[in-house]
């Protein structure tokens, strides 16, 4: 009855912040950044592109209970930067490491829809299935228009 | 008559989160086989060796790349298999870490919709209502570009629910004649939403109907329904005079918050097939190279450790192979590049 909503476990509150840092008082260069509704798939991803970063002396993450949804972010530079800097230089990366990818991935996927010859293109072009040409299923099912899998119009513009 | 409302308790099925704790971070992870399959030998064909990871023109951009990104290469992706529901890709020149979340982001953080309330107006079978709530709730919808096609229900003004954050389904099956019946997921109709009435307490008018137009022609259909070819998800088997009648509603979400909500059925991970980084060194029985069974198709694509050769203690994994199967909501091309378009915030 009183049950928190499970969302709560990844969507932030009205007003939550999602990032807070809080510079460490003994160690200089230092600082914990707490990441809200987050968890290993963003922190190790950071962690690991801060420790790329060679004037990151250390970065390290974790989660501190697995039942409440964050995870802080230890990051110590040589003091050249500052560890919001590092952090952001990481994200940016992150970011455009993914943009980069994403553009591979299509390009490997429309080079596999154009192998796959007529049958893809035809699916493609009549906007049924994924026109991914092979059919693990018999033949058939990607001619099936609205009733291919995932079909429909083709609204991914691969 | 009975009438109840179901939902899928937490308790009923373990979250796809709770499974993720393994990947700690201050061990580096031993080689990790989900859901492992035996791969075709024949895909391994000699055409996907050859070609170079390196095009000329990746290779000027990686100059700009290697000042700005420590060195590192740019990375590339190959596609070994594409099907309707499964792709088999290698991806390289990225590290475990991002490996890792990108495999996190396709089983856990890609929205799909899937039934999450039922009301059983009439239930006479022999399966309990909380039995079929949750055999309804893990049946795969069709969820092409539920991203915009569909609202979070949390989001939406509406008070409950309305047609732009949630799905209505029917089943209404009764058997009269004298022998077993299947109900099964065949048997669920979709309730197509009204484009004309307006939902009276829609504030903005500027963006209401925009989600429905985004949405296919099959949008939230149990998958494979009208499809010969592929079998149907047997719900409940039932015997003359036994009935079954409920509605369902389905909505988007994201599978940290439960499991029937992934796309994927089972994604594959692997890296390092030789185990040349010796990730396991002292765990084995008689003999670690007996007891560390070579994938067929990824270990053709690395050369296997010579005796002679030293080993290199500064080596990194940085070649992954993947095989992704979707259970059907989402192609397995939007599971990839849904991927990389998951915000990350800063």
């Not at chain 1, 230092?30 to 968890?39: E, G, M, N, P, S």
Request: a negative charge; charged letters at 25%.
């Amino acid at each position: 009855m009183n049950a928190p909503s499970r969302y709560e476990l990844f969507v932030l509150d009205e007003g939550e912040k999602a990032v807070e840092i809080t510079d460490d008082t003994k160690i200089p260069n230092a600082a914990t950044v707490k990441i809200l509704k987050q968890d290993h798939t963003l922190g190790n991803m950071i962690r690991a592109q801060l420790l790329a970063n060679p004037t990151v002396l250390f970065a390290g993450y974790k989660v501190p209970h697995p039942l409440h949804p964050y995870f802080l972010i230890k990051i110590q530079t040589d003091g050249t930067t500052t560890p919001t800097d590092v952090l952001q230089q990481a994200c940016t990366k992150l970011i455009g490491t993914l943009s980069t990818l994403e553009a591979k991935f299509k390009r490997e996927f429309s080079f596999k829809d154009a192998e796959s010859g007529g049958g893809g293109m035809g699916g493609m072009a009549t906007g049924a299935g994924m026109g991914t040409g092979d059919d693990p299923y018999g033949g058939g099912g990607a001619g099936g228009g609205a009733q291919g899998w995932g079909g429909g119009r083709d609204y991914l513009d691969f | 008559m009975s009438l109840s409302v179901l939902e899928h308790g937490v308790s009923e099925t373990p979250s796809v989160n709770s499974e993720f704790e393994a990947a700690d971070s201050y061990h580096r992870g031993c080689k990790r086989r989900e859901g492992a399959k035996t791969l075709d030998a024949s895909l391994a064909s000699p055409r996907y060796l050859a070609i170079s990871s390196q095009s000329p023109r990746a290779f000027l951009l990686l100059h700009t790349m290697q000042s700005l990104n420590g060195g590192d290469l740019e990375p590339t992706v190959r596609i070994r298999e594409l099907k309707k529901d499964r792709v088999n890709f290698v991806l390289e020149n990225v590290d475990l870490a991002f490996a890792n979340s990108l495999r996190r982001v396709m089983m856990a953080d890609i929205p799909t919709v899937a039934i999450d309330m039922v009301v059983i107006e009439i239930n006479t079978t022999v399966l309990p209502d909380e039995f079929i709530a949750h055999r309804l709730g893990m049946i795969p919808l069709v969820s092409s570009n539920a991203e915009e096609a569909i609202r979070y229900n949390r989001d939406c003004t509406c008070p409950v629910s309305c047609k732009y954050c949630s799905i209505d389904l029917v089943l209404h099956v009764a058997c009269h004649e004298g022998k077993t019946m299947d109900i099964t997921s065949n048997h669920l109709d979709v309730i197509a939403p009204n484009m004309f009435d307006t939902p009276d307490d829609q504030g903005e008018v500027g963006d209401y109907g925009e989600e429905l137009t985004k949405r296919v022609e099959n949008f939230g259909h149990p998958v494979g329904k009208g499809d010969p070819s592929m079998p149907p998800v047997l719900i409940c088997k039932i015997r003359k005079g036994q009935e079954l009648k409920l509605k369902c509603i389905a909505k988007k979400g994201i599978a940290k918050e439960h499991a029937k909500w992934s796309p994927c059925s089972a994604v594959s991970f692997e890296y390092d097939p030789h185990n040349k980084l010796r990730h396991t060194t002292y765990w084995f029985e008689n003999s670690s190279k007996t007891e560390w069974p070579v994938s067929e198709l990824n270990g053709k694509e690395e050369e296997p450790e010579r005796d002679d050769e030293a080993f290199d203690f500064n080596a990194k994994p940085n070649r992954f192979y993947f095989e992704v199967e979707t259970d059907g909501s989402l192609g397995p091309q939007e599971v990839v590049m849904k991927n990389s378009k998951q915000n990350w915030q800063t």
